[in-house]
Structure formats: structure tokens, C-alpha cells
């Protein structure tokens, strides 16, 4: 079966960088978008950025110019290069995968992304 295992959070200091990692199993990776989502406490789950099966990335405006996704199709590993992080960043990261090519905003979250990882805590301090 389809397995997402997220590493890599953690608690940095404002201003700082974090990389997650993302490992997939159980499916043909290459061929499922895959994204990043976040949710902080209080706050619904948002999408943070996507790469789709054809490598093309679309991120939230929140974290344009600062977070990166890449992914590595021979290692079925999704990667999120986390730079110059502010406490609004502070938040449990889920990695996500999709069965076809989708959009960051595609709704319902649960149907367009029917895979979760277990996610990550990361922690800005200001």
C-alpha cells in the first residue's frame, strides 16, 4: 500500500532553514503529483507548494521566494527546502500524494490528495 514518511522537522530560530524529506512507497512514484500541506494549531490544513508528475511546481504566495520542493524520481523522495522561516511557518507539515496531476487549491483536499504521511513538526522562534 501507498506509504508517505516525512523527516526533517524541527525548531529553528526565525530567519533560519530547514529541508524536509518525504520518502514514498507502495505506488508508481513518478506518475502522482506530489505536495507539501501544513496546519497550525487552530488553523485548517493549507497547501504550501506541489510539484506535478511533469516537474512542474506551483506554490502559496506565503512562502514563494523562500521554500523550495523538488523531487527525486529514482529515490521516490519529495524534498522541502525551507529558507528564511518566520514563526507564522511554525506548523505539523504533511507530505501528500495525488493519483493524477492536480492544483495546490484543488478541493476537496482529501479526494484530489487521498495519501498522507504521518507529518512533521517544525517550530520557529522568533
Known amino acids: 500500500q501507498v506509504q508517505l514518511v516525512e523527516s526533517g522537522g524541527g525548531s529553528v530560530q526565525s530567519g533560519g532553514s530547514l529541508r524536509l524529506s518525504c520518502a514514498a512507497s507502495?505506488?508508481?512514484?513518478?506518475?502522482?503529483?506530489m505536495g507539501w500541506f501544513r496546519q497550525a494549531p487552530g488553523k485548517e490544513r493549507e497547501g504550501v507548494a506541489l510539484t506535478n508528475s511533469d516537474g512542474r511546481t506551483s506554490y502559496a504566495d506565503s512562502v514563494k521566494g523562500r521554500f523550495t520542493i523538488s523531487r527525486d524520481n529514482a529515490k521516490n523522495t519529495l524534498s522541502l527546502q525551507m529558507n528564511s522561516l518566520e514563526s507564522e511557518d511554525t506548523a505539523v507539515y504533511y507530505c501528500a500524494a495525488a493519483r493524477w496531476n492536480v492544483g495546490l487549491g484543488c478541493r476537496p483536499v482529501s479526494t484530489c490528495f487521498p495519501y498522507w504521511g504521518q507529518g512533521t513538526q517544525v517550530t520557529v522562534s522568533s
Open positions: 507502495g505506488y508508481t512514484y513518478n506518475t502522482y503529483a
